[in-house]
C-alpha cells in the first residue's frame, strides 16, 4: 500500500491551501491517520493527527490555522492550512497507523512567500 500526498504548492503568505493524502488501496482497520512536516536543516515535526472515532489533535504551537479531516472509508486524510505563513514551509508527510504498521507518504512541498 502507498499514500500519495498531494495539494503543495508556493503560496504568498496569507493564504490557503488543502493537502490530500490517499491509499493505493483502503486501509481497513486503519486507527490514526495524521500529517507531519519537515522544514530544510530542522526534524520531523508532529502536525496533526485524526483518529478512525474523528478525534482530532494538533501540535500545540499550530493550532488555529490547521484543520485535519479524514474519508476513513477510502483511506484519505487532508489538512487545510489558513493563513499561511513563511515558517509552514516544509515538506509535508501524510501517516497512516494499522496495527503496529505505519504506512508513510512521499511529502508534497509547501512553499510559503513573504
Known amino acids: 500500500v502507498q499514500l500519495q500526498a498531494s495539494g503543495g504548492g508556493l503560496v504568498q503568505a496569507g493564504g490557503s491551501l488543502r493537502l490530500s493524502c490517499a491509499a493505493s488501496?483502503?486501509?481497513?482497520?486503519?486507527?490514526?491517520m495524521g500529517w507531519y512536516r519537515q522544514a530544510p536543516g530542522k526534524q520531523r515535526e508532529l502536525v496533526a493527527t485524526?483518529?478512525?472515532?474523528?478525534?482530532?489533535n494538533y501540535a500545540d504551537s499550530l493550532q488555529g490555522r490547521f484543520t485535519i479531516s479524514r474519508e476513513i472509508a477510502k483511506t484519505v486524510v487532508y489538512l487545510s492550512i489558513d493563513n499561511l505563513k513563511p515558517e509552514d514551509t516544509a515538506l509535508y508527510y501524510c501517516?497512516?497507523?494499522?496495527?503496529?504498521?505505519?504506512?508513510w507518504g512521499q511529502g508534497t512541498q509547501v512553499t510559503v512567500s513573504s
Open positions: 485524526i483518529t478512525a472515532g474523528g478525534h482530532t
Open positions: 488501496a483502503r486501509i481497513s482497520g486503519a486507527s490514526l
Open positions: 501517516t497512516v497507523r494499522r496495527g503496529t504498521v505505519n504506512y
